[in-house]
């Protein structure tokens, strides 16, 4: 009742007519991922519209799967039907988008063997649905948010007040993301992390975004060491290869994917296309990333790179000027393996539409 009251003197102070509740239902679900030719919709067997490998992936070996615990939108209360989705998302989960003075209303179902939470970074919320677990010397009505049980349900409702929304100087979408925040270290190194996009007035109208490219890149070192699966991966991992114990490997990725694997990034030829990047991680890792032939705009300058660390949110602008495949990689050298490949490598196809 406490949270009902207060969501509701919220939405009667909003501007009439400027305001939207948008609903999304999420849950965490668990599958099993290969980091270089994994699709998250085929695991679950919902969408096979598009391609699977990135044209250009260099060959695969041996596959080594991981277990994951990732977040995935359902078409309703039911969590029965996966909604689709493009498989160069990879483990991220669904985007959400919210316009300025909008309300989103997340119903979260934990449809995984260990606890989670759902924690919103960019947008305002009242203390029943901040979604992370410590010592706040709140009621225990306010801490049923910090942490969802397996098979429980927990709604998280965020408020995209007039500060958290673009500058007449910035895009017109500001790029955030939401995670899991019951064990932060290991809730990231699973894969329970997604886009949140709080956006200007009027851009999310489907005049604006029918013909608009943009895509979602979360530059990550998944530490599989550092998991809620770390043991049962190590005995999976084990059982493939019976050489001596080692360590578990710190994998470096571009949305879940490394050796050139992220498939589908598709630009028009002369249009532009937003990058909204997210640098996430829980070990001081620094990138720097390149598009090949291309440069980016960023808050009104031109950088031939974006230099992206941990808790790193930015949204980018590219001109497509030329047709061809284009590297999207990390120049430093520390995070190439060997002499053989970039595992943060993707292939940006950049195709011509009339």
């Known amino acids: 009742m406490q949270l009902e009251l207060s969501t509701c003197v919220f939405l009667c102070l909003l501007p009439l007519g400027f305001s939207a509740i948008r609903r999304y239902y999420l849950g965490a679900v668990e599958l099993s991922w290969d980091y270089r030719q994994s699709e998250l919709l085929r695991e679950l067997h919902v969408d096979t519209r598009f391609p699977a490998t990135a044209p250009g992936a260099l060959p695969?070996?041996?596959?080594?799967?991981?277990?994951?615990?990732?977040?995935?939108?359902?078409?309703?209360?039911?969590?029965?039907?996966?909604?689709?989705?493009?498989?160069?998302?990879?483990l991220l989960g669904p985007t959400i988008q919210a316009e300025v003075y909008d309300t989103v209303v997340v119903t979260l179902k934990n449809m995984a063997s260990h606890p989670v939470s759902l924690h919103a970074v960019g947008v305002s919320f009242w203390k029943s649905s901040e979604g992370a677990e410590y010592e706040d010397h709140t009621s225990?009505?306010?801490?049923?948010?910090?942490?969802?049980?397996?098979?429980?349900?927990?709604?998280?409702?965020?408020?995209?007040?007039?500060?958290?929304g673009p500058t007449a100087s910035d895009p017109p979408c500001l790029t955030y993301s939401y995670l899991s925040h019951v064990d932060l270290v290991k809730d990231l190194n699973s894969g329970l992390i997604g886009a949140l996009l709080v956006c200007r007035e009027g851009s999310l109208t489907r005049e604006r975004t029918q013909n608009l490219h943009e895509f979602v890149l979360l530059f990550a070192v998944f530490d599989e060491g550092k998991s809620w699966h770390s043991a049962r991966n190590d005995s999976w991992t084990r059982a493939m290869d019976p050489a001596p114990a080692r360590a578990q490997p710190a994998m470096h990725t571009v949305n879940g994917y490394v050796n050139r694997s992220l498939p589908g990034l598709i630009g028009c030829h002369k249009k532009s296309v937003y990058w909204h990047v997210i640098g996430m991680g829980t070990s001081p890792e620094v990138h720097s990333i390149f598009l090949e032939g291309h440069t980016f705009l960023v808050r009104h300058h031109r950088q031939a790179s974006l230099e992206i660390s941990p808790l790193t949110f930015l949204t980018a602008q590219t001109f497509l000027m030329d047709l061809g495949q284009f590297l999207l990689f990390c120049h430093i050298s520390s995070h190439h393996h060997g002499n053989v490949h970039?595992?943060?490598?993707?292939?940006?196809n950049i195709q011509l539409f009339f």
Do not use: C
């Open 140 to 164: 225990q009505r306010e801490k049923e948010d910090d942490k969802v049980l397996p098979g429980k349900s927990q709604t998280y409702v965020w408020q995209v007040l007039k500060e958290n």
């Open 342 to 348: 970039i595992p943060e490598m993707s292939v940006v």
């Open 60 to 90: 695969l070996g041996p596959s080594v799967l991981y277990k994951k615990t990732v977040f995935v939108e359902f078409t309703d209360q039911l969590f029965s039907v996966a909604r689709p989705r493009p498989p160069w998302m990879g």
